[in-house]
């Protein structure tokens, strides 16, 4: 892992591996799980769209999306390999449409605070300990045939699926931000600003504030990533499918509860 830039190239792809591009001016990345033969299985808000909030914000991440050719890719398009084929946003894309022409980078896992806090921008690495390759390609191809939770910007993207491939971890708790790295940096940078401004009272000096921010954002980072939280549960990915995104999970106590169809209650815990 670099510590300034994850940027890898393609001969050093291995199945199983969670790869990320960023695109027009660094406004976000988006993230997948690489098969192998060349093949991409990644989360979208559907019909091509990478991301979208239904806000005023889709413009700015809209206008940062990377143009798509008009004329269709020969890989993705052939019989083995469908792009147009999506399971709520879940699509198999070529390496080469994945990336829309930006570079290749790989997120880590498992690195020590000390490189996590370097990283000055999230969705890029995790303290998180990845799953066997075999684990996440599975993982991944089950949910391509049946299907990811429903989109959401902030609680589950294309990073947050990505993660849960390669870890089996999900947020149990409802009503707060998901495992994505790239969200908790959006919503750590202000929440920095607001909860350092009282330390204007302890130093007037400007590099002072300015040091007390980057500490609060780095330390909201670190508190929130998810190898660290403790509102995470390990969920299988026949379990995820066939309660969660239909609404029959329910988190009690750190525990995903899944109700069976019979009286008896299955759950998993953490």
């Given at each position: 892992?670099?510590?300034l830039?994850?940027?890898i190239?393609?001969?050093?792809?291995?199945a199983?591996?969670?790869?990320?591009?960023?695109?027009?001016?660094?406004?976000?990345?988006h993230h997948?799980?690489?098969v192998?033969d060349?093949?991409v299985?990644?989360?979208?808000?559907?019909?091509?769209?990478?991301?979208?909030?239904?806000?005023?914000?889709?413009?700015?991440?809209?206008?940062?999306?990377?143009?798509?050719?008009?004329?269709?890719?020969l890989?993705?398009?052939n019989e083995?390999?469908?792009?147009?084929?999506?399971?709520?946003?879940?699509v198999?894309?070529?390496?080469?449409?994945?990336?829309?022409?930006?570079?290749?980078?790989?997120f880590d896992?498992?690195?020590?605070p000390?490189l996590f806090?370097?990283?000055?921008?999230?969705?890029?690495?995790?303290?998180?300990?990845?799953d066997?390759d075999?684990?996440?390609v599975r993982?991944?191809?089950?949910?391509?045939?049946?299907?990811f939770?429903?989109?959401?910007l902030?609680?589950?993207n294309?990073?947050?699926?990505?993660?849960?491939?390669?870890?089996?971890?999900l947020v149990?708790?409802?009503?707060v931000?998901?495992?994505?790295?790239?969200?908790?940096?959006i919503i750590?940078?202000?929440l920095?600003?607001?909860i350092?401004t009282?330390?204007?009272?302890?130093?007037?000096n400007?590099?002072?504030?300015?040091?007390?921010a980057?500490?609060?954002?780095?330390?909201s980072?670190?508190?929130?990533?998810?190898?660290?939280?403790?509102?995470?549960?390990?969920?299988?990915?026949?379990?995820?499918?066939?309660?969660?995104?239909?609404?029959?999970i329910r988190a009690?106590?750190?525990?995903l509860?899944?109700?069976?169809?019979?009286?008896?209650v299955?759950?998993?815990a953490?």
């Open positions: 892992m670099g510590l830039s994850n940027r190239g393609k001969e050093s792809l291995k199983g591996d969670h790869i990320y591009s960023w695109r027009a001016a660094w406004v976000y990345a997948g799980i690489y192998g060349d093949k299985i990644h989360f979208t808000r559907g019909r091509d769209q990478e991301v979208g909030t239904g806000t005023v914000i889709d413009i700015l991440l809209v206008s940062s999306a990377p143009k798509r050719s008009d004329t269709p890719c890989v993705c398009t083995d390999n469908d792009a147009s084929m999506e399971t709520n946003g879940v198999s894309s070529c390496l080469n449409c994945f990336l829309a022409g930006g570079a290749l980078y790989r896992y498992a690195v020590n000390a806090l370097a990283k000055a921008r999230g969705g890029t690495c995790t303290l998180a300990t990845s066997p075999e684990a996440v993982r991944a191809k089950y949910l391509l045939s049946n299907g939770r429903c989109y959401n902030f609680k589950s294309c990073e947050d699926f990505a993660i849960y491939c390669k870890t089996g971890l149990a708790e409802r009503g931000v998901g495992q994505s790295g790239q969200a908790i940096s750590g940078g202000p920095a600003a607001v350092s009282p330390f204007r009272l302890v130093t007037t400007i590099y002072g504030m300015a040091v007390m980057v500490g609060v954002y780095c330390a980072r670190y508190a929130a990533d998810i190898g660290n939280r403790r509102d995470v549960v390990k969920v299988e990915v026949e379990d995820l499918t066939a309660g969660l995104a239909s609404g029959r009690v106590e750190n525990q509860v899944v109700p069976a169809e019979s009286p008896a299955t759950t998993v953490a």
